[in-house]
């Protein structure tokens, strides 16, 4: 997957070498205009907006959709984010309907809770959940 990012054309840094400053939500950096052309009626100005992937202006488009992109872009980032904050609840052993922290009694780091909220010890192949089963009552109506 490819993804262009909106940037507004600065001014031309270089004419001849068809080269163009371009800020990119605050960081400037030096593109190639070559694919859109410059001093042409549909060439890159300073002030137009453009969408630029690895290090070219790939086509002009309106101020709106640049806004609009950026915009989506931003709330990208905002789920990321939360999803961030989500894998650091789960894996602190947090409540991920309430964001609050859970219980941790008589567990040790390392262990997982079992069945019936019985601690088991786990093991690197899984010995304590497999005797756990092995041990287990039969749920009322469940198959044997």
């Known amino acids: 997957?490819?993804?262009?990012?909106?940037?507004?054309?600065?001014?031309?840094?270089?004419?001849?070498?068809?080269?163009?400053?371009?800020?990119?939500?605050?960081?400037?950096?030096?593109?190639?205009?070559?694919?859109?052309?410059?001093?042409?009626?549909?060439?890159?100005?300073?002030?137009?907006?453009?969408?630029?992937?690895?290090?070219?202006?790939?086509?002009?488009?309106?101020?709106?959709?640049?806004r609009h992109t950026l915009d989506e872009l931003d709330a990208l980032g905002d789920m990321y984010a939360e999803l961030e904050g989500l894998d650091e609840l789960v894996?602190?052993?947090?409540?991920?309907?309430?964001?609050?922290?859970?219980?941790?009694e008589g567990r040790e780091h390392g262990d997982v809770g079992g069945l019936d909220g019985e601690p088991v010890q786990q093991g690197t192949d899984g010995e304590g959940r497999a005797q756990q089963l092995a041990e287990r009552q039969p749920v009322v109506g469940e198959q044997p």
């Open 91 to 104: 894996s602190s052993g947090g409540d991920v309907l309430t964001g609050e922290p859970r219980p941790r």
């Open 1 to 66: 997957m490819c993804l262009g990012i909106p940037g507004q054309v600065v001014q031309i840094s270089d004419a001849a070498q068809l080269r163009a400053t371009v800020d990119v939500q605050g960081v400037r950096r030096e593109v190639s205009v070559a694919l859109i052309g410059v001093g042409e009626p549909d060439g890159a100005r300073a002030g137009d907006w453009v969408i630029v992937h690895v290090g070219f202006a790939m086509e002009k488009i309106d101020e709106a959709q640049a």
